[in-house]
């Protein structure tokens, strides 16, 4: 059965670096950090006091697009992913009430909905609603009473890419028109951090939050968290023209993978990453030549980084060099259940815009890494196709590869 072609209409972010689309773009291709001292809680207690918090002005930004009563029922994970999702939709035009809404769906990627310490105290209301992961998806298909497929997945760090990729099967099989897709988190609380220091996965530079950052460099020490939400509307390629949609990007395909390794660590040399990505670029029916850029899982951990950069050696052989990789991460913390989404969304705009965003905090390079990380500066660079890749604990790998359209 022939494929049909899925494409992306409109995007949306919500991450320490501003509320929206715009804002991210802005403050990304600059090269800012997002990275401070926690405020949500006191941090005194815990070993890491620095994350990528969203902006403390979200809630009344989101007040223009959840009403009072309904978003006491949210956390704040599921606000973001809320607000997100609606201000993709605008972007991308799209009017439910001419749509076959039997054929529109929501997949989005779920780690948690965020109901911990720090929210129980200002919410202790409304538990089971708030603490249910399908409950992101579910308020935005009520919201636009859609009544196609509409679930959460949750696959770590790699979440809201597999979301993307499901979405994809939907559209190219013929089982749906439009698929709102992507992922939110908000994981910034005592216990996780607690939690992520004793397996020492964080970084610890609480003196320099904006350095802390600092992934593919010699000096990294760990990941920061970050928060927010990233959403992508997927439209089939007929479903969009007939609306005279604004096509941004293609997505041209994926892979999906399991390393059935370890329940943390990387299958060693990053076999399993390299696999990914060749399955990812054969599903997509790109050569591995055509590659123009590479937005990285890139996480500031010690083997991450490593093992990311001998899988893309592994996939692209000699060229590997010049093509630019480089790690939204660095800017903007690791978003979890949302990265994967953020990421491919920051991807797209590269693709339209012709720029690749830099990796920040490159001041000490890892003589064993030795690619174009795109180093502390966004870059004029012509891209037809790019991949973005997700990597998460449990051995979960993804790889979306997107087109200019």
Known sequence: MKRIKVVITGLNIVSSLGLNLEENWENIVAGRSGVRTITLFDPSHNETRIAAQVPDEFETYAAR?????????????????????????QKSGVDFNAADRRRCAVI??????????????????????????????????????????????????????????????????????????????????????????ETYALSTRNDAPEKASCPFTKDRDGFVLG??????????????????????????????????????????????????????LRHAGINAGDVDYINAHGTSTTLNDLYETMAIKQVFGQRARSIPVSSTKSMIGHTIAAAGAIETAITVMSIRHKIVTPTINYHTPDPELDLDFVPNNSRAHKIDVAISNSFAFGGHNATVVLKKY
């Open 227 to 280: 928060e927010g939400a990233g959403m992508v509307i997927l439209e089939s390629d007929e479903s969009a023209r007939a609306r005279e949609a604004v096509i941004v990007a293609e997505l041209a395909g994926y892979a999906l993978t399991s390393e059935a390794y370890n329940i943390m660590a990387p299958l060693t040399g990053g076999e399993g990453m390299a696999a990914t990505m060749r399955i990812a």
């Open 65 to 89: 697009f959840c009403k009072k009563r309904i978003a006491q029922q949210m956390t704040r994970a599921t606000r973001m992913a809320f607000v997100c999702a609606v201000e993709a939709v």
């Open 108 to 197: 989005l990627g779920v780690v948690s909905t965020g109901n911990t310490s720090v929210e129980r105290e200002n919410a202790p209301r409304n538990r089971i609603i708030r603490n249910m992961s399908n409950a992101m998806p579910a308020w935005i298909s009520l919201h636009y009473g859609l009544e196609g497929p509409n679930y959460a997945v949750n696959t770590a760090c790699a979440s809201s890419a597999y979301a993307i990729a499901l979405g994809y099967d939907l559209i190219s099989r013929g089982s749906a028109d439009i698929v709102i897709t992507g992922g939110a988190d908000s994981s910034i609380n005592p216990e996780e951090i607690e939690g992520f220091n």
